[in-house]
């Protein structure tokens, strides 16, 4: 059974830093593009990072740049998002997905899914 279960998330104050983790039971992680997505109370999820296999290519939304880190470690089977400067507006509950196909930051293309983490950031 394939599994990703995340970690890390808190209350925080504006302009704090979390680091969320997520730990996958995929047989061949390193073959899956790994991403990051969110969804706020009443709001759509949308895509927040993701990382190739390989952790050469990643690509981040717009809103995240320069603040967030995404990376990941394959002997761990691990993917991490390293979050600083926080915002009020980052406050959501954060998913991790595995994308075999890769290069995708629509969620529809995800295969698989954790349960979420939630982060609370406080003005």
């Known amino acids: 059974q394939v599994q990703l279960v995340e970690s890390g998330g808190g209350l925080v104050q504006a302009g704090g830093s979390l680091r969320l983790s997520c730990a996958a039971s995929?047989?061949?992680?390193?073959?899956?593009?790994m991403g990051w997505f969110r969804q706020a109370p009443g709001k759509e999820r949308e895509f927040v990072a993701r990382?190739?296999?390989?952790?050469?290519?990643?690509y981040y939304a717009d809103s995240v740049k320069g603040r967030f880190t995404i990376s990941r470690s394959n002997a761990k089977k691990t993917v991490y998002l390293q979050m600083n400067s926080l915002k009020p507006e980052d406050t959501a509950l954060y998913y991790c997905?595995?994308?075999?196909?890769?290069?995708?930051?629509?969620?529809?293309?995800?295969?698989?899914w954790g349960q979420g983490t939630q982060v609370t950031v406080s003005s």
């Open positions: 997905a595995a994308d075999l196909r890769g290069g995708s930051t629509i969620q529809e293309m995800y295969d698989f």
């Open positions: 995929l047989r061949t992680f390193s073959t899956y593009t």
């Open positions: 990382i190739s296999g390989s952790a050469v290519s990643t």
